[in-house]
Each structure stands twice: as structure tokens, then as C-alpha cells.
């Protein structure tokens, strides 16, 4: 199987690429398609022998759930025993938007999507073809990362084809992901309601709604029966070579923290963002933005780029201890676990 990669740049390719899509998720298959955080494997979340395929497809874990994409409040609803009046103001605050609520599941969301739980992890993506494909199914799409199981989250369609172009038909190509790392995770099902995954909705944004809202760090094992959401094994979104976050004050501290770690300059990559070292010393650097919104939207795409040039040692300058960027921060702590 090779993947088709469809453009939507025009309104005629646009509508093309919907109607394509739209086909082959009702007839039960797996199709990658951009969203505003990173690109999604996305079936039919109403049909279990659909959403088994997403696990096979990226070797994922069966007790790792998957996101609900909806397309309004309406179908959002119908996926859950209770739409509360909290979910209504966060959906009013954030939707459509990087934010999913994690609520009772209803009845006829299928155990695979919510590896068994009896919640399910809801939300409505802001990118136009993401809603449009979902408005022209008529029904939610399950589309956890399009990737394969805890490797780099992709941004662009050139990443999917990369790592899936031989397992899907597939590939919608909507342009670079202009959030960058996945949904902020918040679970609405305890009082106060509690973040599971950080992302660039932060915890003070959160509070401003409903004020008081849990941060919590979890550390889980793959062992475990069933997760409330995505994103919290304890090693996730990682490349191939070796990350690790450090902290340096100058071009000979991180020398000297380098060779206790026995890694020879020639093959470290650099990612940093205030203190940027002298080029010449390692085998890449590169300067990223110092604002949290601008780094996160070019992260994955700078790892998978490290990659692809063979990197052996990726090392990335520690992020402030702010809540801005307390979901790369995150990120960044899986990929180096």
C-alpha cells in the first residue's frame, strides 16, 4: 500500500479531499488528516472494528484511549452521559479549539475508544478540514496522533508519510499544524475538575473559567488496565536518538556537562532558545523562538528533522518553569524519559 496525499490548498481541492476522505471513513477505514495540533489517524469512533484498526495500525497500546473529534456542541452531547454545565462554559471559552473534556462516556462509544473506562475524552478541533470531513460523515471521528505508538507527533503530511505511507491510503496534507503539540487534557468527571495532559491551554487559562482546577503529575506504566487519557505513559512523543534536557550557562558548561554523558560534539544536535551555542562545536544548532506558542509549533518538526539528518544525541535547552510552557515542558520530560 502506498498512501495517496491529497493538497487542499484551493476551495475545489478542498472539497475534493473532504468528499474522499469522508468516503473511506464510512466505509470503515483509517485516513490521516490534519487538525490544529499535530495530524490525527482518524475512523469512524461509533465503529470498534474501525478504531481496531488505529491500534494496529500504530502498534498502540489497548489500554491508551483515544480522542473524540466532534464537529459542535450537539455531537459532543451525544457522546456523553452528561454534557454538564461546566463542559458548556469550557466549550464556550475554548471550542473549537486544543482543548478536550473528559466526561461519563455514553453508551454507544465503543470500549476500544475508551480502553475500557467509563469515560471518554471529547473535543472540537478548530482546523476547517477536521470539521469539515466530520460535518460531512455526520458522525465523531476517533483520531488519536498519526503516528506510530510513542514516536514524534506529526505536523505536517510529509511526517505521516514518513512513518505510515505504507499502512494507510490516506494522507489529507492541510498545511503545518499551527499548535504544535497535542490537546491540553482536562477531566471534568472529579471535582475540581483536573488537568491529565498540559498542553497550550494552560492551568491559569483553566481557572479563569471555573476557579480551582487540579495539576497533577502522572506517572503511569503500560502495565496499567486502562488510562483516562492519552499522553501519559512515562516515555512518549520520542525520536529515535536520545533527548535530553539540560540546563547551561555557557558554551563550556555544556561541554562539560556533554563529556560526562560521554557524547562526542561531532554527533549532538542542539534545540535552543536563550543561550545559543557557537555552531562550529557540535554537529547541528538550532535557534528557536523564546515565546512558548511560536516553540511549540516548531518542535516535532525540528526532532523529526534531527532524525532524518541521523542524529545520535538531541539535546534541548530546559524551558522556563512558567505555566505557558508547562505542556512542552511536558512533552520534552516523555521524549527524554
Known sequence: MVAEILPTHTPELFQKAVRRAAALLRAGEVVALPTETVYGLAANALDEKAVAKIFAIKGRPTNNPIIVHVAGNEM??????????????FSKSFWPGPLTLVLPRAEKIPNAVTAGGDTVGVRWPSHPFMQAVIRECGFPLAAPSANLSNQISPTNAE???????????????????????ESTVL?????PPRVLRPGMIHVESLAAVCGEVQSSEFR???????LRSPGLLEKHYSPKAKLVV???????DLKSQLATRHSPLATCFIIAHT???????????????????????????????????????????????SPEWSGIADRLKRAAA
Not at 162 to 176: E, F, H, M, N, T
Open 159 to 181: 511526517h505521516v508519510r514518513a512513518q505510515l505511507g505504507g499502512k494507510i491510503s490516506l494522507i489529507v496534507d492541510g498545511g503545518q499544524s499551527q499548535v504544535g503539540i
Open 220 to 226: 503511569v506504566q503500560s502495565s496499567e488496565k486502562s
Open 76 to 89: 459532543a452531547r451525544a457522546c456523553v452521559k452528561d454534557f454538564s454545565t461546566l463542559a458548556e462554559m
Open 246 to 252: 539540560l540546563n547551561w550557562n555557557d558554551d563550556e
Open 275 to 321: 543561550k545559543i551555542p557557537a555552531g562550529e562545536k557540535f554537529s547541528d544548532v538550532s535557534v528557536m523562538p523564546h515565546d512558548a506558542e511560536a516553540f511549540a509549533r516548531a518542535l516535532y518538526a525540528e526532532l523529526h528533522r534531527c532524525d532524518a539528518a541521523g542524529a545520535q544525541l538531541i539535546v534541548v535547552e530546559a524551558p522556563p518553569d
Open 187 to 191: 477531566d471534568l468527571s472529579v471535582s
